[in-house]
C-alpha cells in the first residue's frame, strides 16, 4: 500500500527550454491590461504559436487548460500533450505528465533532471556540443499524492531506464485510473532532492516564471553552467 501525503507547495520548479517561453512582449505597445488583452486575443488568430498542440491518445480535450485559467496554461497543456517515445519515469507515451522539483534544493534538483536528460539524448549522438537556456515555471500544488519517499529498493526508482520506467508507468496507470493525482518521489538524479508528477492539467496552479540557467556542453558528458 502506497501512502498518501497532503501537499501543500506553493513554489515548485520545472525547467523549461526558453525557446519555449512567452514573455509579455505585447505589454509595451499598451496603455492598460485590457488593451493588452485585446491585442493577445488579435494576435491568437493568426499565430501558431498559440495553437493547441496535437493530443495523444490518452488526453481528453476536456480535461486541458483554457486561457481563463491564467497565464502558463500552455505550458501545462503541452506537457501533458507531447510525449517522448518511450515516456518517462511515470508516464508512457499515450499521456505525457507535469515533472517538477519540490521540497528542499529544489533549484539544484530541477538542473540535475535536466542535465541528466539531456546529456542522454547527446549519448545518443556521440557529441557533446550544444548550448541550451532553460528558465524555471514555478508553480502550486495542493492536495493529496502518492508518496513513495518511505519505500526502500522499488523497482521503478531504479537508475536503469530500461527497467525503472516499465515498472514506474505500470504503477503511474493503476494510480491514475483510481482517481490519483500525482506521486512524490525521491529524486533519482539529485541525492536528496524530491520530484513531484503531477498526472492532471487542473492541478497545476499560479504559474509564474522564475530564474534562468543555461547549459553548455563542449566535449564532454558534464556540461558547465554558464550563469544562473
Wanted: glycine share 10%; with cysteine.
Amino acid at each position: 500500500m502506497i501512502p498518501i501525503s497532503d501537499i501543500n507547495e506553493p513554489g515548485t520548479i520545472r525547467l523549461i527550454p526558453t525557446a519555449y517561453i512567452k514573455e509579455p512582449a505585447l505589454t509595451p505597445l499598451c496603455d492598460n491590461d485590457e488593451a493588452r488583452d485585446f491585442l493577445e486575443k488579435l494576435e491568437g488568430l493568426t499565430s501558431s504559436r498559440l495553437s493547441p498542440p496535437a493530443m495523444p491518445d490518452g488526453v481528453d480535450p476536456a480535461e486541458l487548460l483554457s486561457e481563463a485559467s491564467g497565464y502558463g496554461y500552455t505550458y501545462v497543456n503541452a506537457a501533458f500533450c507531447y510525449v517522448k517515445p518511450g515516456g518517462n519515469r511515470f508516464n508512457d507515451e499515450r499521456r505525457g505528465a507535469w515533472y517538477a522539483a519540490i521540497g528542499n534544493n529544489t533549484t539544484m534538483t530541477a538542473r540535475a533532471e535536466v542535465v541528466f536528460h539531456l546529456t542522454r539524448e547527446l549519448d545518443n549522438t556521440g557529441v557533446y556540443d550544444n548550448i541550451t537556456a532553460y528558465r524555471e515555471v514555478l508553480a502550486g500544488f495542493m492536495g493529496p499524492f502518492h508518496d513513495v519517499r518511505t519505500i526502500e529498493d522499488a523497482v521503478y526508482l531504479g537508475a536503469d531506464t530500461a527497467i525503472a520506467y516499465p515498472a514506474g508507468q505500470a504503477m503511474a496507470r493503476q494510480i491514475f485510473r483510481a482517481g490519483g493525482n500525482g506521486i512524490v518521489y525521491p529524486s533519482v538524479r539529485a541525492a536528496g532532492g524530491t520530484c513531484l508528477v503531477a498526472f492532471r492539467p487542473h492541478l497545476v496552479q499560479n504559474i509564474r516564471l522564475g530564474g534562468s540557467v543555461t547549459f553548455r556542453w563542449a566535449g564532454s558528458r558534464e556540461p558547465e553552467i554558464l550563469h544562473g
